[in-house]
């Protein structure tokens, strides 16, 4: 297959639990929750995305033909290339999970990759990936129903904590929204944090510090 990749980069994450952790981005084209278009967002599944997940012109983005073209492509974007340490990717979009796929899996395993995605948590998953992170979308079903790290942006109508917390995760986190009601949004995780302890607080650190 032809992945399509709107973005790959280096960075540190900012989000979850691996908030703070250098990481290369790989931004997958495409959502099957929105088209990406302004124009369609208020018909859109999803209403409050904050990413520009069209088309392959970012940075290190392009059509890439086969898994290992893709992922010798990400791999250039690890700085320690003598050391250690296992690069580490992050899937993501858009909706990785409509691109990420066996063969990709195992060429990035191939180079020693450790692999997180972050998904919406609709579509199946390939096997093997090392960190799964799902963040439900209001008037979205999600069929993943375990994994790693669920981390639900808070608050969403029709989209509370008490619908996930008894899913097999290893980690719950509350993000605030990113509205115009951001500081009610963060003081009203904190307190949900506070009162149900199961769940975590998580901020967009890369935001805060300004990187991407
Ligand atoms: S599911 Fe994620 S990528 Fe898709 S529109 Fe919503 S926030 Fe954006």
Redesign the pocket.
Known sequence: MTYSVKEIFYTLQGEGFHSGRPAIFCRFTG????S?REQDRSD???H????D?IGTDGPGGGKFDTPISLAESIRKFWPNKETDQHPFVVCT???PALQLDEALVSALHQLDFEIAVET?GTLPLPANIDWVCV?P?AN?KIIILKGNELKLVYPQEKNTPEKFSSLHFDHFFLQPMDDERLSYNTQACINYCLQHPQWKLSLQTHKIIGIP
């Open positions: 959502c099957n929750l929105w990406g859109a599944v999803c409050f995305c904050d990413t997940f979009g858009g909706e919406n963040s979308k979205s």
